[in-house]
């Protein structure tokens, strides 16, 4: 065996090691999701249910405050990914069409942005909030996240615009097609994969957000479904554990079928400006 191949093989168990590194705490989420109260006491000594049922998910289907839960969430992070992406698009039109001193400066910048954590600006922001009046509203949670989302929505629409031909934009131009009836009319339409990719992945993140919800949303009715999670979990006890794993579930789901359904066009968007002309 050649030693390229022998590299093929070293990569792939490397994955193969990483996937279930990652798969073995969902699927023992799902074997407890799938128990009956009295199975849960039986611990790790039974990993695949003796009786599964979906009695679990039926009883937290049934619920009307999580499924309002979701449906915060669903808003928040829809709201929040939809903002990041408006204000994304002239800043990354700006740094992929304009020759401005500092570009690179600002992309970088923007990168260092977007690898600082929330937890670094929790306290300045509630107090930021609570001088604007915005504490316990949806608004301060959709300002936010849209915010944090914008660094990775102005990468992800800049390589998109880089990929378009900018010979189309100068015949527009020579036609008398202002900046904004350019962007608006012909970058925009045909970006639409890098759009809808910066869309989903920052309603994505948005989704798994748990700290800035926490902190500026106080009223139960107004929580999303991470932060309800965590509140139940702590009065959860050994007889309710199954259907705080069905919750878990549930939570969890939108996220992964979103990547599986479109992980074609998010990677072709990806990597777009990657193989231009």
């Not at 993140?205 to 009223?219: C, G, K, T, V």
């Given at each position: 065996m050649s030693a390229a191949r022998w590299g093929d093989v070293a990569t792939y168990a490397a994955l193969i090691v990483l996937a279930a590194f990652f798969a073995l705490p969902f699927a023992w989420l799902i074997s407890l999701a799938l128990r009956t109260p009295s199975e849960i006491y039986l611990g790790a000594a039974r990993f695949i249910p003796e009786a599964p049922t979906l009695a679990n998910f039926k009883t937290i289907m049934s619920d009307p405050a999580f499924l309002i839960y979701l449906w915060n969430g669903l808003k928040l992070s829809a709201l929040g990914g939809g903002l990041?992406?408006?204000?994304?698009?002239?800043?990354?039109?700006?740094c992929s069409?304009?020759?401005?001193?500092?570009?690179?400066?600002?992309?970088?910048?923007?990168?260092?942005?977007?690898?600082?954590?929330?937890?670094?600006?929790?306290l300045p922001l509630y107090r930021w909030m609570d001088a604007l009046g915005l504490l316990n509203r949806d608004l301060s949670v959709i300002a936010v996240y849209g915010a944090l989302g914008m660094p990775l929505a102005v990468w992800l629409l800049k390589?998109?615009?880089d990929a378009i031909p900018v010979e189309l934009e100068e015949v527009a131009q020579i036609d008398g097609a202002s900046r904004a009836t350019i962007l608006l009319r012909i970058v925009l339409p045909l970006s639409r994969p890098g759009i809808a990719s910066a869309f989903i992945l920052t309603m994505v993140m948005n989704w798994s957000q748990f700290l800035i919800p926490f902190i500026l949303l106080e009223r139960d009715a107004d929580w999303p479904i991470s932060v309800a999670i965590f509140n139940f979990a702590g009065s959860v006890s050994a007889s309710t554990t199954q259907l705080l794993a069905a919750a878990c579930l549930v939570a969890v789901m939108p996220a992964v079928v979103v990547f599986v359904?479109?992980?074609?066009?998010?990677?072709?968007a990806l990597i777009a400006g990657a193989v231009k002309g």
């Amino acid at each position: 065996m050649s030693a390229a191949r022998w590299g093929d093989v070293a990569t792939y168990a490397a994955l193969i090691v990483l996937a279930a590194f990652f798969a073995l705490p969902f699927a023992w989420l799902i074997s407890l999701a799938l128990r009956t109260p009295s199975e849960i006491y039986l611990g790790a000594a039974r990993f695949i249910p003796e009786a599964p049922t979906l009695a679990n998910f039926k009883t937290i289907m049934s619920d009307p405050a999580f499924l309002i839960y979701l449906w915060n969430g669903l808003k928040l992070s829809a709201l929040g990914g939809g903002l990041a992406v408006a204000l994304a698009i002239p800043a990354a039109y700006a740094c992929s069409r304009l020759p401005f001193r500092g570009r690179g400066g600002v992309m970088l910048g923007l990168l260092v942005v977007q690898m600082i954590s929330p937890l670094v600006i929790l306290l300045p922001l509630y107090r930021w909030m609570d001088a604007l009046g915005l504490l316990n509203r949806d608004l301060s949670v959709i300002a936010v996240y849209g915010a944090l989302g914008m660094p990775l929505a102005v990468w992800l629409l800049k390589v998109a615009f880089d990929a378009i031909p900018v010979e189309l934009e100068e015949v527009a131009q020579i036609d008398g097609a202002s900046r904004a009836t350019i962007l608006l009319r012909i970058v925009l339409p045909l970006s639409r994969p890098g759009i809808a990719s910066a869309f989903i992945l920052t309603m994505v993140m948005n989704w798994s957000q748990f700290l800035i919800p926490f902190i500026l949303l106080e009223r139960d009715a107004d929580w999303p479904i991470s932060v309800a999670i965590f509140n139940f979990a702590g009065s959860v006890s050994a007889s309710t554990t199954q259907l705080l794993a069905a919750a878990c579930l549930v939570a969890v789901m939108p996220a992964v079928v979103v990547f599986v359904v479109l992980q074609r066009m998010i990677v072709s968007a990806l990597i777009a400006g990657a193989v231009k002309g």
